[in-house]
């Protein structure tokens, strides 16, 4: 988790004495082998049996730590609030952490992915930086051990109750730098180079820690884990690397609608309305994101595949 540094250290101490608490710890190195400091108090990676109690008190402190890019009014795809006063936006905030915890597709019986804790291990997600430095680390263990019992528990964000993405287009606006690059790349580059390049690797930042590799999902992008070769003398030869990224390109292309790209399933997907019963994990803040953007703007302009 975030480190203090020796100046906040001193700061929270005295803050803390002055408010007459008692002060275990302020780091985690304070606290036993197995348990880490949170909120100047020692604490075992033990949820409460209520998990709602447990979110407030044990969880919420955790995330607001080590995931504070996503607190509130930061405009990410998920977000918490932790107004705790009001019991609606206390089960909104676990009704979108539960997107983040284990796939909605999950077979029945299955431990499915916890797709949430991954981020936190700097496993998936496009550049998104690690938390904890390992499965080991108290708070981790805390998280996961919450997560199990919780999940069948906390609310579901149902389809319906997420907006469909608009036909018409975006804000009109220049794309930032960076994405208006990539559109000049794509438009610029022979096709396959281009969707290399520029497409393959953003859609596997933003949906590869859920659709790589196990085969568990609607559909699946293994260029990032290829997938086990059955065990079987007649399987053939692995698949060769550019097999596998060509398999993914059409994989994509198959979730692109190039004449009305608003209505593609990689961006309503994107923007949680999947039609199923539980919505779909909101990857665009809005398709004013400009990720989104850059992905529409690909759909439209971008060369098409090459034809067979």
């Not at 020796?6 to 304070?30: H, W």
């Not at 197995?34 to 979110?55: F, K, N, W």
Request: glycine share 8%.
């Amino acid at each position: 988790m975030t480190r203090l540094t020796p100046l906040a250290s001193f700061a929270a101490l005295i803050f803390a004495g002055c408010a007459g608490e008692s002060v275990d710890c302020i780091i985690d190195s304070d606290c036993a082998e197995g348990q880490y400091c949170v909120s100047t108090a020692c604490a075992d990676p033990v949820p409460l049996a209520d998990s709602e109690a447990a979110y407030r008190t044990q969880i919420a402190p955790l995330l607001e730590v080590g995931c504070n890019c996503h607190g509130p009014g930061t405009g990410r795809p998920w977000s918490y609030e932790h107004r705790f006063d009001d019991p609606a936006a206390t089960r909104a905030d676990m009704a979108v952490l539960r997107q983040w915890l284990y796939d909605p597709l999950q077979a029945e019986g299955t431990d499915g992915r916890p797709t949430a804790w991954l981020y936190g291990l700097a496993q998936c997600g496009f550049n998104h930086p690690g938390v904890y430095a390992g499965p080991t680390e108290p708070q981790y263990r805390m998280l996961m051990s919450w997560a199990a019992q919780a999940v069948p528990e906390l609310p579901v964000i149902q389809a319906v109750d997420v907006a469909v993405p608009p036909n018409d287009p975006p804000a009109e606006a220049p794309l930032p730098d960076l994405e208006a690059q990539a559109l000049q790349a794509i438009r610029t580059s022979p096709y396959a180079q281009g969707m290399r390049q520029e497409i393959l690797p953003r859609v596997l930042g933003q949906c590869g820690c859920c659709h790589a590799g196990d085969g568990r999902r609607g559909w699946k992008l293994v260029s990032l884990y290829p997938p086990e070769p059955p065990p079987s003398e007649d399987a053939g030869p692995p698949p060769t690397e550019e097999e596998l990224i060509a398999r993914d390109i059409a994989t994509i292309e198959g979730y692109a609608n190039r004449l009305n790209p608003d209505q593609s399933r990689l961006l309503r997907y994107g923007l949680g309305a999947n039609g199923a019963i539980e919505a779909h994990p909101k990857i665009f803040s809005s398709a004013d994101d400009p990720r989104y953007r850059l992905l529409r703007e690909w759909m439209a302009q971008g060369p098409p595949p090459p034809e067979n």
